[in-house]
Nanobody, 116 residues
Framework: QVQLVESGGGLVQPGGSLILSCSGS????????MSWYRQAPGKERELVAG????????NYGDSVKDRFTISRDNAQGRVYLQMTSLKPDDTAVYYC?????????WGQGIQVTVSS
């Protein structure tokens, strides 16, 4: 059974940085495409960033390009989201996603709040 656990969220000031981590277990991590999504209050869940099985391919939502970086460590079964130049609009619950080509699995989500 796929299990995903996010960590690293919290409160940060505008312009600050934060690193989210997602630990995966119960599946062969290197076989899955990994992504980060977020959902702000009153808004739909949106893709933040995704990374291919061997880290060769990444893609980003337009609003986070050049500010966020996704990476993965297949040996450790972890995917990371490095967030810089954070803005109040980045405030949301961030979710880790694992996709095997057929099924999406989700973490429980972690709150990121950008506020002074």
């Amino acid at each position: 059974q796929v299990q995903l656990v996010e960590s690293g969220g919290g409160l940060v000031q505008p312009g600050g940085s934060l690193i989210l981590s997602c630990s995966g277990s119960g599946f062969t991590f290197s076989h899955y495409y990994m992504s980060w999504y977020r959902q702000a209050p009153g808004k739909e869940r949106e893709l933040v960033a995704g990374i291919g099985r061997t880290s060769g391919i990444t893609n980003y939502g337009d609003s986070v390009k050049d500010r966020f970086t996704i990476s993965r460590d297949n040996a450790q079964g972890r995917v990371y989201l490095q967030m810089t130049s954070l803005k109040p609009d980045d405030t949301a619950v961030y979710y880790c996603n694992a996709h095997d080509g057929w099924i999406d699995s989700w973490g429980q989500g972690i709150q990121v709040t950008v506020s002074s």
